[in-house]
């Protein structure tokens, strides 16, 4: 089992930063991926960033260039640094953890609003 519990959330101006921050806890050493994901109302879950426990990222098309995702694999945590954010970026933002045998884990969510 896998705990992961996000933090980091909040209100921000439009063209504001955030960093968002994801510590896992449990079984950690089967952690391959981490990532976070995003959903708005009425909209799917997506995508946002993922990297790997070798540090290689992908990320969702909306955020190219926008966000950057990093890991520090001695504290077990993930961060997201969000810059110039837009109101399209409200969502509730899901930190996810997936071991080397493909079981996915998820955070509770953490709320980023956009709004002046």
């Known amino acids: 089992q896998v705990q992961l519990v996000e933090s980091g959330g909040g209100l921000v101006q439009p063209g504001g930063s955030l960093r968002l921050s994801c510590a896992a806890s449990?079984?950690?050493?089967?952690?391959?991926?981490m990532g976070w994901y995003r959903q708005a109302p009425g909209k799917q879950r997506e995508l946002v960033a993922i990297?790997?426990?070798?540090?290689?990222?992908n990320y969702g098309d909306s955020v190219k260039g926008q966000f950057t995702i990093s890991r520090d694999n001695a504290k077990n945590t993930v961060y997201l640094q969000m810059n110039s954010l837009k109101p399209e970026d409200t969502a509730v933002y899901y930190c996810?953890?997936?071991?080397?045998?493909?079981?996915?884990?998820w955070g509770q969510g953490t709320q980023v609003t956009v709004s002046s």
């Open positions: 996810n953890a997936v071991s080397v045998v493909g079981k996915s884990s």
């Open positions: 449990g079984v950690i050493f089967s952690i391959n991926a």
């Open positions: 990297i790997t426990r070798g540090g290689s990222t």
